[in-house]
């Protein structure tokens, strides 16, 4: 059974900052097959990255993500004070068939 | 712009079932291009994907939930449902429905707001 671990738990940045998220994976898989969501305080998850670095409909191009072997990392290259929500990667095809990291929460 | 909405009961007795259905508008459940799928996230927690439906009717469950779950799908209605048998208070969570592209590559594009079932006696 594969399983993301996602780091950190809990970011703290400030607006205008760069923030890195990673998310890392138990067993080899690609990025085309790990997508990235945002999920507000009392709202479903909302898809943001998905496929080598492809930006869902709507997200600014300032969301963009990347993979070095079994590590991914989401990027908010400014972040702005609307970014503060818990972030979760995604991968499709290993077992469970879809599964999701822990999330890392984002402060501004 | 395709919408999905959960519906069903909010409360569930221990050891009784689960019950809900996802109604899908702006778009045919029929489509080919897509899984449905039904995920849950217990209050404070992270998500869990539940299992599939497939348009033939075909089915896919997480290993962990699978010898408890079921997943129809009513095309009349462009509805499917999500029934948890022998359900838990580990089974307490907001059970979200979700559609993901068929293809080497899958993600939950469309997602509904989600329905918070509490198992309490």
């Known amino acids: 059974e594969i399983v993301l671990t996602q780091s950190p738990g809990t970011l703290s940045v400030s607006p205008g900052e760069r923030a890195t998220l990673s998310c890392r994976a138990s067993q080899s898989i690609t990025s085309n097959y790990v997508a990235w969501y945002q999920q507000r305080p009392g709202q479903a998850p909302k898809l943001l990255v998905y496929g080598a670095d492809s930006r869902a409909t709507g997200i600014p191009d300032r969301f963009s993500s990347s993979e070095s072997g079994t590590h991914f990392t989401l990027t908010i290259s400014r972040v702005e004070p609307e970014d503060s929500a818990v972030y979760y990667c995604q991968q499709y095809g290993s077992s469970p068939l879809f599964a999701f990291g822990p999330g890392t929460k984002v402060e501004i | 712009q395709v919408q999905l909405q959960e519906s069903g009961p909010g409360l569930v007795k221990p050891s009784q079932t689960l019950s809900l259905t996802c109604t899908v508008s702006g778009g045919s459940i029929n489509n080919g291009d897509y899984f449905w799928s039904w995920i849950r996230q217990p209050p404070g927690k992270g998500l869990e994907w539940i299992g599939y439906?497939?348009?033939?009717?075909?089915?896919y469950y997480n290993p962990s939930l699978k010898s408890r779950v079921t997943i129809l799908v009513e095309m009349s209605k462009n509805q499917f449902s999500l029934t948890l048998t022998s359900v838990t208070a580990t089974d307490t969570a907001v059970y979200y429905c979700?559609?993901?592209?068929?293809?080497?590559?899958?993600?939950?594009?469309?997602w509904g707001q989600g329905a918070l079932v509490t198992v309490s006696s």
């Open positions: 979700a559609r993901a592209p068929v293809g080497l590559s899958s993600y939950f594009d469309h």
């Open positions: 439906i497939y348009n033939t009717g075909n089915t």
